[in-house]
């Protein structure tokens, strides 16, 4: 149990429509990284958090937005769904030293 | 070309013999990461390094900064090392990961 927490851990929605996904990270870490993988794409970095700051962005769509609350849970919020968008969903968190523990995950179809 | 590549992409070995996966990455790095990923899906962080060599059990990982490579070992493999290992560097831009494509390896008895 890496003590990162997501949920939901399946999700099954049609297109177009708006889903939460959130993440609590490990206990004192200040840091939330969240993650896509796909098939096709394999692990991407989209976007991550440090104490509820923006810090860095990767390859997330306009269609995402993500935040980070006072108590530093994190929610990647995902938009207009569209077939493409299903794949696992993975948030980390970083605390002082460099090693990310991840989350187990939220599977997201798209049907 | 991806900036992480890893070698091979599948494996398949008999239990008890020593296994070599093989990271090369194109961009400089603070440091580099070998995880595992089971069958269920979750992600397990095996090694962070920066230099030289790390052991933990029978999994060895070491990295050559000047050569831009890295290897994780497995010695006396078991079925349940069975999972997919994924390399992935840090670039030091916000501790962000660039992912290899992983390589999967099944261990049968």
């Known amino acids: 149990d890496s003590g990162v927490t997501q949920t939901p851990k399946h999700l099954i929605t049609a297109t177009g429509q708006r889903v939460t996904l959130r993440c609590s990270p490990r206990?004192?870490?200040?840091?939330v990284y969240w993650y896509q993988q796909s098939l096709d794409q394999g692990l991407q970095f989209l976007i991550q958090?440090?104490?509820?700051?923006?810090?860095a962005k990767g390859n997330i769509l306009e269609r995402f937005s993500a935040q980070q609350f006072p108590d530093l849970h994190s929610e990647l919020n995902l938009s207009s769904l569209e077939l493409g968008d299903s794949a696992l969903y993975f948030c980390?968190?970083?605390?002082?030293?460099?090693?990310?523990?991840f989350g187990p995950g939220t599977r997201l179809t798209v049907l | 070309k991806n900036e992480v590549e890893q070698s091979p992409q599948n494996l398949t070995a008999q239990e008890g013999e020593f296994i070599t996966i093989n990271c090369s990455y194109s961009?400089?790095?603070?440091?580099l990461h070998w995880l595992q990923q089971h069958p269920g899906g979750g992600i397990v962080s095996l090694f962070m390094?920066?230099?030289g060599k790390k052991k933990h059990g029978r999994l060895i990982a070491t990295i050559n900064i000047q050569e831009k490579h890295s290897s994780l070992h497995i010695t006396a493999s078991h079925p349940r090392d069975s999972a997919v290992y994924i390399c992935?560097?840090?670039?030091?831009?916000?501790?962000?990961?660039?992912f290899g494509t992983g390589t999967r390896l099944q261990v049968t008895l």
């Open positions: 980390a968190s970083r605390g002082t030293a460099d090693t990310q523990y």
């Open positions: 206990s004192g870490d200040l840091s």
């Open positions: 958090y440090y104490n509820g700051e923006e810090r």
């Open positions: 961009v400089g790095i603070s440091a």
């Open positions: 390094l920066s230099s």
């Open positions: 992935a560097v840090d670039t030091g831009t916000a501790s962000k990961l660039t």
